[in-house]
């Protein structure tokens, strides 16, 4: 038996942060997001499409996440008897890019077989190798290195497994030589966000003395090559974010040697489908994978949480507690860390927590309503 959607609901919501997040390509202070709903049969399921507000990530936005589910995406799949959730990923594989907004409604509707089958998410998507994901933290660039060393303590105490620092040209070597001075043992890592070329190999290279776990995402966002010169160069393990939309490109890039770790993002591989894939490849060459994050919502976090217990999700990601971001969630409860910075997956059917629908009304700015 198949899935036969009769509706797709759309919104936007919007929730400011409970700090700006700052990387080396802007600053966010609220966030604007595309909720996808499926319904077949008087059973929904959500998906967050985990698009930034602005094109700087990727190429995709708000706006664009919009038009892309409502006029592309949500059309190839409405009334159309899927043989299951896997086959949504082809029916809006000639859409161009824009893997987020059509991994936002692949995701719902693996959400909604869930339900449809009354099992947890993580065990529809064959996961379950784990039944509490370990996490870790990202910490975006800060106004002083002295609010930087607050925020660590914080999050070392709260018993996050590792810290992640957002470095930029000018907010790095120097930097983390402090926090390595501070934090001599904590595993510690830095994410670029793509602010270097090769040109700054030497400057890159000299973060090899504070034994960072990996450098994510130095390089470009579409270049791979030139990240197998830096890696040859680099003691540390470079891991790759935004270069890695596919399991070709991952398979490539490992192939190549432009990388020894990847972080799998649900959104920028377009949906759980090619995120399986992409840690598939990873697993069999031996490349460790984690789960990186978006800011997401609740809906987001619960899908990267059911992900994280794939076999091969071993290095703790950057899922954490809906409170580093939130003053609500739209979800309850909201998603908790243990004291040793683990999440428990939880076996409720679908994603595994509750949408709180009043608090969801009450932060939608716009909706339309397909089929
Ligand atoms: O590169 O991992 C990234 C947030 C927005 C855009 C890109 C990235 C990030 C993060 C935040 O690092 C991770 C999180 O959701 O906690
Ligand atoms: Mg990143």
Known sequence: MGILIDRVVLRQIRMPLVHFFETSFGRTYERHMVLVEVQSGGLSGWGEVTAGENPFYNEEWT????RIVRDYAAPRVLNFELADASAVDARTAHIRGHNMARGGLEAAVWDLQAR???????????GGARREIPCGVSIGIQNSVAELLRKIETEVEAGYQRIKIKIK?????????????????????????????L???????????????????????DEIIDHVELQSRLRTPVCLDECI??????????????????????????????AKRVHDVC??????????????????????????????FILPGDVSASKRYWTRDVINPWVETTPHGTIVVRDTPGFGYELDLEFLDSITVRRDGIG
């Open 169 to 197: 040209p000018g907010w790095d070597v120097d930097v983390i030589r402090e926090v390595r001075r501070v934090f001599p043992k904590i595993l510690l890592m830095g994410d670029a966000n793509s602010a270097y070329t």
């Open 63 to 66: 706006e664009s996440a919009w």
């Open 199 to 221: 040109a700054d190999a030497d400057r890159l290279a000299a973060l090899d003395e504070f034994g960072l776990m990996m450098i994510e995402q130095p390089l470009a966002h």
């Open 116 to 126: 449809m089958n009354r099992r947890p998410l993580y065990q529809e998507i064959g």
């Open 245 to 274: 939309r596919s399991a070709h490109q991952a398979a490539q890039a490992i192939r190549m040697g432009a990388c020894r770790i990847i972080n799998i993002k649900l959104g920028r591989v377009g949906g759980f489908g090619e």
């Open 283 to 312: 697993q069999a060459a031996g490349i460790p994978v984690w789960c990186g994050g978006m800011l997401e919502a609740g809906i987001g976090r619960a899908h990267n949480i059911a992900l994280a217990t794939l076999p091969n």
